[in-house]
């Protein structure tokens, strides 16, 4: 087991594992493993824990390590940052936190024997010199474990989903926004995304897996928006609600738009920009600054006449 890969020590890489959680508890559990955060200059490994309850993060823990104490081996792959780990076998994921302030062991077990993933870049810049991938590993899969946190003992049960991200591209300087979806019904699961650039080109991606586990996949690309919004309405067959949403999550972040040659002040500018937009008083001149608005939203839809309250959007827009 040796010190994490060298492509991933080079700064222009970057890369995150996303899980979420739909507890039949109604809790909704986020894990996310970052390495080379695309938000951050600093060399480190991240995980993020956060837990919503009735439209509202009643959770929120963050664990950092220098890269150089981050581990990851290949074939299965196995992720370690600080006191948290990720490893997986041919057909589960274990995830454990063993931090002072947080217990978390989550077990994903797949009960598909084939799935399809986007096994492309979503988006391509520079010719093929950048990139974005997305790769949705499991779009449904059984979930669970425990939770212990401020004295409190949580028991998980429900159903999971597992994505995988990475790329070569400074995000905010390529993207104007980025929109991702995950709506469950039953034991049906409803997925989409839409990308868009700074060129204004669009990418639209959608999946949809039935009850019995067979997937429909569709992506695309698009140079207007009203395409986009045509063909995820076509692909997914269902009526999304805009107007019965609630924003359950929401953060600021700044990304130095200097060069990487400049890393000593993009630092401090972002060491600053953390601290400060913790306080009442300066909050109002973060909002101002920061160039990257993440949004964590709860919408309500319809499909085939059935309606679900199941669904988590993600908005993340770029200055």
């Not at 991938?133 to 998980?156: H, M, S």
């Not at 995988?164 to 995304?193: K, M, Q």
């Not at 500018?269 to 909002?287: G, Q, T, W, Y």
Request: charged share 25%; with cysteine; glycine share 4%.
């Amino acid at each position: 087991m040796g010190n994490i890969t060298q492509v991933l020590c080079d700064r222009k890489y970057f890369k995150w594992w996303y899980f979420d959680i739909h507890c039949n508890s109604g809790l909704d559990i986020v894990l996310i493993f970052h390495v080379q955060p695309f938000f951050s200059n600093f060399d480190i490994g991240l995980v993020d824990i956060v837990v919503y309850k009735k439209n509202s993060k009643i959770i929120h823990r963050t664990i950092v390590s220098p890269i150089k104490k981050c581990t990851i081996v290949d074939r299965p792959l196995s992720l370690y940052i600080g006191t948290a780990t990720m490893t997986t076998k041919s057909d589960a994921i274990f995830c454990h936190v063993d931090d002072s302030n947080i217990k978390l062991h989550l077990e994903f077990k797949s009960e598909a024997v084939t799935r399809k993933t986007l096994m492309e870049p979503i988006c391509v810049f520079d010719g093929m010199q950048t990139e974005f991938w997305w790769q949705v590993k499991y779009p449904r899969i059984n979930a669970a474990g425990f939770l212990c946190c401020d004295g409190e003992n949580i028991t998980i049960e429900g159903i999971g989903y597992h994505d995988c991200n990475w790329g070569t591209v400074s995000l905010p300087r390529h993207l104007d926004y980025w929109n991702w979806g995950r709506y469950l019904l039953n034991d049906e699961v409803f997925i989409y995304a839409t990308v868009r650039d700074r060129q204004k080109c669009l990418w639209a991606f959608s999946m949809h897996v039935n009850g019995n586990g067979e997937q429909h996949m569709e992506h695309y690309r698009y140079n207007q928006l009203d395409d986009a919004q045509k063909f995820l309405t076509e692909t997914m067959k269902c009526e999304i609600v805009h107007t019965s949403h609630h924003v359950i999550d929401e953060d600021m972040i700044f990304i130095s738009p200097l060069s990487r040659k400049f890393r000593f002040i993009n630092k401090i500018a972002e060491f600053m920009f953390f601290r400060l937009k913790e306080s009442r008083i300066f909050k109002p001149m973060c909002v101002s600054l920061s160039n990257v608005n993440y949004k964590r939203i709860k919408k309500h839809f319809y499909y085939k006449g059935q309606y679900s309250e199941n669904s988590v959007h993600e908005e993340m827009r770029m200055r």
